[in-house]
């Protein structure tokens, strides 16, 4: 019998239960059996899902907090921007505007060295121009922009931008705190690393948290109130985590597409699936000849058959034609476009985003809705309230960690939760999630890699511990109520993790 449980009463389960406790099976034909064996299988998966939820938060939980702040700190970028770079974006209104091509000149003469790679009209009398360079050497998906007035053809600054956002210099670096921590490609294995494992501890924090025994059904979505202890701290913890899973889960799928392996598998499942953003089509018939109608005429073309702003107007490449693509990625999504010919001026293609393949649409909203911009404020608030809940469930596991160290032997951490728990596994539920678990982690290498090395802890510890039972004399296998003993129980009670989940 473990310190824990010597001279402490039994508590009823109700009181006593971690998360994912489950009712104690009597039967094949209960809840938690495996079949007609009667042989418990979710007890025994359960203390699986338990050690990984543990050593997964214990170990993902910075990168996860990092995240969170990062990504508070860019969902509010736009109106940052607005504020910081309101010279450079706000012009004074007018009746009169210049062409587009007379604009791009004023700006080409600051940037002689520049390849025009794209012009956006301000989409409002107040909106000024920006006329988009790349610069010989310029770092990849970074780009020169020159703010022209419409009216009157003042420069109103230049910036480095980023993205195909147009993101300048302050969202610009706010932007790869988050996807990197501004180390480069190698400090993309952070965001990688907590997006790959922020499912995999929702979906089994679910699990254990859903399948709890309880005796009010509203402990299962409110917290309980309890005195302060790890019960209180455990019930915030398990009713925040289930309002907050549908959006943690959605954060990490979405994260995911803008990784580095896992981004790159991602692609060739959609290209396989032929769920890739389709393209405008651009080429033209090499002889036609004649003077280009230049940027003004091709973005009246293609406000002709449709298209509004806010667009982008690209110059054609060598046997290319004018793609004219309109920019807006706030609800409604605009993302139309045309191709037009830089000779005749013909509209030679249109692809209109209503025609746009589902998951190619699902795409597109998925990413809009992760930075903030689907759906505005709303959208910017729900995204923050998700990064503060993810703080807070964080810091509650951490402090549950802290709250279930020993009383006695100086330990300073609290315990983790026993092993063992797949040696009781059933074959038909461990040869699966086995299975399961091989084929995502070779798919999502910040999950398997990590996968293993938790696993490899597991052995050492093991091992260690074994070894240390067998210097004491202790038996190498205990029995159910001593073997599980993995911290103190909560204000007095001994709780069933301790007793009923064996090594």
Do not use: C
């Amino acid at each position: 019998m473990s310190i824990a449980e010597r001279g402490t009463p039994r508590a009823s389960p109700d009181e006593s239960e971690e998360p994912g406790t489950p009712a104690t099976p009597g039967g094949p034909d209960e809840p938690g059996t495996t079949g007609t064996t009667g042989e418990p299988a979710w007890p025994a998966l359960r203390a699986l899902l338990l050690r990984l939820h543990f050593y997964a938060g214990v170990l993902i939980g910075p990168f996860l907090v990092v995240a969170a702040v990062t990504g508070i700190a860019y969902v509010f970028t736009s109106q940052l921007e607005r504020a910081v770079y309101d010279h450079e974006l706000r012009v004074p209104a007018a009746d009169t505007t210049l062409p587009l091509d007379e604009q791009a000149d004023i700006a080409r003469a600051l940037v002689p060295d520049g390849r025009l790679t794209g012009v956006r009209p301000g989409p409002t009398p107040t909106d000024s121009t920006q006329v988009v360079f790349k610069l010989p050497g310029q770092r990849e998906s970074y780009n020169h922009t020159v703010f022209v007035d419409p009216h009157t053809g003042e420069v109103r600054g230049q910036h480095e931008t980023y993205g195909s956002g147009q993101a300048l210099p302050l969202r610009g670096w706010i932007d790869n705190l988050h996807r990197n921590l501004h180390l480069g490609e190698f400090g993309r294995l952070y965001s990688e690393l907590a997006a790959s494992w922020l499912w995999v501890v929702v979906l089994a924090g679910l699990a254990l948290w859903i399948g709890r025994r309880r005796k009010h059904k509203r402990e299962l979505v409110l917290p309980r109130p309890a005195p302060a202890g790890r019960r209180r701290v455990l019930s915030w913890h398990g009713a925040v985590g289930l309002w907050a899973a549908a959006g943690l889960l959605f954060l990490s799928a979405t994260g995911l597409t803008w990784s580095a392996y896992a981004g790159a598998t991602v692609g060739e499942v959609r290209t396989a699936l032929d769920w890739t953003t389709p393209a405008v089509t651009s080429a033209v018939d090499a002889a036609a000849d004649g003077p280009d109608i230049g940027l003004q005429a091709a973005r009246d073309a293609a406000l002709a058959v449709g298209l509004t702003d806010p667009v982008e107007v690209r110059p054609p490449a060598e046997g290319k034609a004018y793609v004219v693509q309109q920019v807006q990625r706030s609800w409604p999504e605009k993302q139309d476009s045309a191709a037009i010919h830089p000779v005749t001026g013909e509209v030679l293609d249109v692809l209109r985003f209503a025609d746009y393949p589902l998951a190619a649409k699902l795409t597109r909203w998925g990413i809009d809705a992760h930075m903030g911009l689907l759906f505005g404020l709303p959208n910017q608030l729900v995204l923050t309230a998700l990064a503060l809940a993810l703080v807070a469930l964080v810091l509650w596991g951490y402090r549950m960690w802290w709250q279930r160290r020993p009383t006695r032997g100086g330990a300073r951490f609290g315990r983790a939760p026993a092993r063992g728990g797949w040696r009781r596994t059933p074959g038909r539920v461990l040869a699966p999630v086995a299975v399961l678990a091989a084929v995502v982690g070779y798919h999502l290498p910040l999950l398997g890699i990590p996968l293993l090395a938790f696993l490899a802890l597991d052995v050492v510890l093991g091992a260690r511990q074994e070894r240390e039972a067998r210097q004491e004399g202790t038996q190498a296998e205990a029995g159910p109520g001593a073997s599980a003993d993995d911290g103190l129980p909560d204000e007095g009670t001994a709780n069933t993790e301790e007793r009923g989940v064996p090594a």
